[in-house]
């Protein structure tokens, strides 16, 4: 599976963004993405089951960020309204394709096997 995020770039706080993630190959359960503050490691904030369409969401973008992926599997979404100073950084995304029974919440970022190169978002005051 090779994924490819976009959407990017510089908004300011309080601002909408939608982040694109393009994903070559069908063999994969399980969507996620992740965000990199500079400096610390990647904090999984939103997953998506694609055989249940169940999500999960980090307790700071709950209510703010919404995962979503077209039918055909192709493309997966982050929307994010209401950015906020403390939401810039690296966001990838990445996919899982083995089986998961431990519940979407308890996933962790090494348990994706396929990741992007990621797309930058900078919030400025």
């Known amino acids: 599976v090779h994924l490819v995020e976009s959407g990017g770039g510089l908004v300011q706080s309080g601002d909408s963004l939608k982040l694109s993630c393009a994903v070559s190959?069908?063999?994969?359960?399980?969507i996620g993405w992740f965000r990199q503050p500079p400096g610390k490691e990647s904090e999984g904030i939103a997953y998506?089951?694609?055989?249940?369409?169940?999500?999960y969401y980090s307790n700071s973008v709950k209510g703010r960020f919404t995962i979503s992926r077209n039918s055909d599997k192709h493309t997966a979404y982050l929307q994010m309204n209401d950015l906020r100073p403390e939401d810039p950084g690296l966001y990838l995304c990445?996919?899982?394709?083995?089986?998961?029974?431990?519940?979407?919440?308890?996933?962790?970022?090494?348990?994706?096997?396929?990741w992007g190169q990621g797309t930058r978002v900078t919030v400025s005051n």
């Open positions: 998506l089951s694609i055989s249940d369409d169940s999500t």
């Open positions: 190959g069908d063999n994969y359960r399980f």
């Open positions: 990445a996919a899982r394709s083995a089986q998961w029974e431990g519940g979407i919440a308890r996933l962790y970022p090494g348990d994706f096997g396929s």
